[in-house]
């Protein structure tokens, strides 16, 4: 082997060992993903991270809120009468989560992974008021104590009213 041929080796090693060095930087950089939150209606289905997620910490009642009012871009057509059904990872069952309308709680605290609303109607008249075209729903992980405080995760989705 000749000298020449031996630096250009060093060269490559020297130049490998940075672009391995380099590509674990930016990993190390990355954020954990959060869990994951699904709506599905019929056979489709739309999957989220969570809008705001603190990993072990509670974002309280009014980050939650804020959170939960905050548009999402995933959406799904919910026509009348149609089963609406949510699953969340494990993590988010454990601690509890509730389902919300519009940045208000709708429902108790469920402990399940999946829970599925069957013939919901989320668009029905109300009082002389035409059915919305847009709702935005989130699942809200939080303690399932009555007066509970603890919130960790919000997670946003647009429903679009099938029959409008």
Not at 17 to 37: E, H, I, M, N
Not at 83 to 94: F, M, N, S
């Amino acid at each position: 082997m000749t000298t020449m041929q031996s630096a250009v080796r060093r060269r490559r090693a020297v130049a490998a060992a940075g672009a391995v060095t380099a590509g674990l930087l930016v990993l190390s950089a990355c954020d954990k993903p959060t869990p994951r939150a699904t709506v599905t209606v019929g056979g489709d289905s739309v999957s989220a991270e969570a809008k705001c997620y603190d990993d072990g910490d509670n974002l309280g009642r009014e980050k939650a809120t804020k959170c939960a009012l905050k548009k999402a871009s995933d959406a799904i057509e919910v026509p009348q009468g149609e089963t609406l059904r949510i699953g969340v990872d494990p993590e988010i069952a454990d601690t509890g989560w509730a389902l919300w309308i519009n940045g208000q709680q709708a429902t108790s605290v469920f402990k399940k992974t999946y829970y599925a609303f069957q013939g919901v109607d989320l668009f029905a008249d109300q009082q002389g008021q035409a059915a919305p075209k847009t709702l935005y729903i989130s699942v809200v992980q939080q303690n399932k104590a009555a007066q509970s405080t603890e919130f960790k995760g919000v997670w946003n989705f647009k429903l679009d009213n099938g029959d409008a």
